[in-house]
């Protein structure tokens, strides 16, 4: 009776094993297309082109609404509508610096859910600006800073490993 419930214990477990990696499967390919949207919103702002930018955003913006929402927790879950609110908003603007104070509650968000997530593809480097005090995610650990478009001015405050496949 002890090896039936054991192996029922077991079975249960593997089940539950398996049923959790395919939903983090379902979020790597849609997060990694936000993610690879983000950086090219991020390198638009480095350049201080307020009119690429709103065009990058809005194709960031369509990409946070393919992210399924089955698989992720309550907190995760609740990241998605913050991340659709700063790029809608930057899409809807080309100023700069409008654009900028909202990519920077976005790049927290993203942070969070990727940190959470851990389905990117590459590495990622969580950057601090020290002249604006704001952080960005970036694919290089010397990224260009997005909120004053200048190398060398910000710092790397934590490293994303890729996840393993």
């Known amino acids: 009776m002890k090896t039936l419930k054991t192996t029922a214990l077991f079975l249960a477990m593997a089940v539950l094993s398996i049923l959790t990696v395919k ?15 983000y950086l090219s919103l991020k390198d638009a702002l480095v350049s201080g082109d307020g009119t690429v930018a709103e065009a990058k955003a809005k194709t960031l913006l369509a990409s946070i609404g393919e992210v399924p929402k089955t698989g992720l927790s309550a907190d995760e ?3 998605l509508p913050k991340l659709e609110f ?15 104070e909202h990519f920077a509650s976005l790049s927290n968000n993203l942070y969070t859910l990727v940190k959470k997530l ?7 480097y969580r950057q601090y600006c020290t002249m604006t ?13 997005p909120y004053m478009g200048m190398a060398n001015c910000s ?8 996840a393993k496949k």
């Open 133 to 145: 005090k704001r952080y960005f995610l970036s694919d290089s650990d010397k990224g260009k800073d």
């Open 23 to 37: 939903a983090q499967n379902a979020q790597t390919k849609p997060i990694n297309t936000v993610i690879t949207n």
């Open 155 to 162: 710092k790397v405050t934590e490293t994303l490993p890729a």
């Open 77 to 79: 879950a609740a990241l």
């Open 118 to 124: 851990k389905v990117n593809n590459s590495v990622l």
């Open 86 to 100: 700063d790029s809608r908003h930057i899409s809807e603007v080309n100023k700069i610096d409008h654009q900028r």
